[in-house]
């Protein structure tokens, strides 16, 4: 895209008024697993949080009522229409998160030194320097603190029955993702990248998400169909065909999807 937003640009899409109910819908799915998972890492009421690329706010703000009531939670996003509207669905809450504007290749909205606990969720993915980023957030970070980091890997995916063109469907949205300057397999190398970038006590897993923890649709719509998106328009029509497929598989009741993602912590040295 030719920007620091990366390969994800809100606005941008067929449909920002459904992307906007993925997200939030992603967020209510999620949720019941990172809260468990970011308390494992290291996230501790009192702290000072950076909720990095915090996009619409949701999980700034289940960070600060749920995690972190008596700390400060900092929601940092570049892109401004969501800016915007992260601030706006914060306004009127009791003890909402601060959103500021800033990019992860600079983070010049934060103090260097001045974080316990930062969070990349979904981030580095559509990042071409994702090295650059974690440099900057090492500076933020202060001496002791942790960076976590939630990304996917879509190697980890797989769906039953055999649906024709699924397969192609996954490695084609990968291949558009990369010609972008992203990477959607960045799961696997996150513990590589933080050892490179002097980060240590790293601690990694992967959580698989699967169609027997939540509904059909639901999996397809947070994991799968939103890829149309990064499908070239001369491949439209059999990639909207495959989601179809998907979906009349969801509604006989015989479709199984299962998807993994990383969670990835590591410290700044003190």
């Known amino acids: 895209m030719g920007n620091n937003l990366g390969t994800y640009n809100y606005g941008e899409f067929s449909n920002n008024t459904d992307e906007l109910e993925r997200l939030k819908r992603q967020a209510q799915v999620?949720?019941?697993?990172?809260?468990?998972?970011?308390?494992?890492?290291?996230?501790?009421?009192?702290?000072?949080?950076?909720?990095l690329a915090s996009g619409p706010g949701f999980i700034s703000g289940l960070i600060k009522r749920e995690l972190c009531p008596a700390g400060k939670v900092i929601g940092v996003e570049l892109n401004e229409s969501l800016l915007a509207l992260a601030r706006k669905l914060a306004s009127g809450t009791?003890?909402?998160p601060e959103f500021r504007a800033g990019d992860v290749y600079q983070l010049d909205c934060l103090e260097d030194a001045s974080i316990d606990f930062a969070y990349c969720r979904f981030?580095?993915?559509?990042?071409?320097?994702?090295?650059?980023?974690?440099?900057?957030?090492?500076?933020?970070?202060?001496?002791?603190?942790?960076?976590?980091?939630?990304?996917?890997?879509?190697s980890l995916f797989s769906f039953m029955p055999t649906i024709a063109d699924m397969e192609r469907f996954i490695e084609t949205a990968i291949s558009s993702q990369a010609q972008r300057g992203g990477d959607r397999k960045i799961g696997r190398k996150l513990?590589?990248?933080?050892?490179?970038?002097?980060?240590?006590?790293?601690m990694n897993q992967i959580v698989t998400i699967n169609t027997e923890m939540m509904d059909g649709n639901d999996f397809l719509n947070i994991t799968t169909s939103f890829k149309l998106e990064l499908i070239p328009d001369?491949?439209?029509?059999?990639?909207?065909?495959?989601?179809?497929?998907?979906?009349?598989?969801?509604?006989?009741?015989?479709?199984?999807?299962?998807?993994?993602?990383?969670?990835?912590?590591?410290?700044?040295?003190?």
């Open 30 to 51: 999620a949720w019941a697993i990172e809260e468990s998972y970011l308390a494992a890492h290291g996230l501790r009421d009192g702290m000072i949080v950076a909720d």
């Open 191 to 202: 513990s590589g990248l933080l050892w490179e970038n002097h980060f240590t006590d790293t």
């Open 94 to 96: 009791e003890h909402p």
């Open 123 to 154: 981030l580095l993915q559509h990042l071409a320097e994702p090295a650059k980023a974690l440099q900057t957030i090492y500076r933020k970070l202060k001496p002791g603190g942790r960076l976590a980091i939630l990304e996917t890997d879509d």
């Open 234 to 270: 001369d491949d439209l029509h059999w990639a909207k065909a495959c989601i179809s497929k998907a979906r009349k598989a969801i509604e006989s009741g015989s479709y199984f999807g299962q998807a993994g993602v990383y969670i990835v912590s590591a410290n700044r040295p003190k």
